[in-house]
């Protein structure tokens, strides 16, 4: 089992939508969840940074954090077709010197 | 907000020959700064752990006298890919973490393209 899972998609949805981006662990000791956005050929950006459990609002995006699950969420509304790219889930574990486990990655078209 | 950046973005060499890739945190100083490698439609791997002023820390399996890293200052790390081959061609990106007020946020570089031909 990996250590952190996230469904790779494809997710195609239209213009508008809410698009849940999910990733669950098995690791307790993860602290601090990040999600990033990859552009196909570009780096991956930081989107959203949170450490505790409940919800973190920035704009169109909403991350969610269940550490009691070990479950975190991404939202995106009123989604564009600039939203289209890969969503990355990462994590650390406290003292962990910044070594980021990451998810799969989720792909996700938003068509117009 | 922080910037990490990294160069070239791209860059084509003939096999054999050794290529080197600049990071840098353009306004935060970094004491490690992590590599990456990303195949097409893959995640990232970790190579290696690029610690200021002391050897680097590599992941199972990587080569570290194929992947010379250096950490000269707080805000320059180096990955060299020495008598490349065609098989090294990938994606690599590189990463740092800005201590700030909130905690530490990872920022990653714009990755750079290695095709070895």
């Known amino acids: 089992q990996k250590e952190v899972e996230q469904d790779p998609g494809p997710l195609s949805v239209p213009e508008g939508a809410i698009v849940s981006l999910n990733c669950t662990y098995s690791?307790?000791?993860?602290?601090?969840f990040m999600w990033y956005r990859q552009y196909s050929r570009k780096g991956p950006e930081l989107l959203m940074y949170?450490?505790?459990?409940g919800n973190k609002e920035d704009g169109r995006f909403t991350a969610q954090v269940d550490k009691s699950s070990k479950y975190i969420s991404l939202f995106i509304r009123d989604s564009q077709p600039s939203d289209s790219a890969t969503y990355l889930c990462a994590m650390t574990l406290t003292g962990g010197g910044n070594k980021l486990t990451f998810g799969t990655g989720t792909q996700l078209k938003v068509e117009l | 907000g922080a910037v990490v950046s990294q160069h070239p973005s791209r860059v084509i060499c003939k096999s054999g020959t050794s290529v080197k890739i600049e990071c840098r945190s353009l306004d935060f100083q970094a004491t490690t700064m992590f590599w990456y490698r990303q195949f097409p439609k893959q995640s990232l791997m970790l190579m290696a752990t690029s610690n200021e002023g002391s050897k680097a820390t590599y992941e199972q399996g990587v080569e570290k006298d194929k992947f010379l890293i250096n950490h000269a200052s707080l805000t320059l790390s180096t990955l060299t890919v020495t008598s490349a081959h065609p098989e090294d061609s990938s994606f690599y990106i590189c990463s740092a973490p800005d201590r700030g007020l909130s905690g530490n946020t990872i920022y990653f570089g714009e990755g750079s393209w290695l095709t070895v031909v």
């Open positions: 690791n307790s000791a993860f602290q601090y």
């Open positions: 949170t450490y505790s459990s």
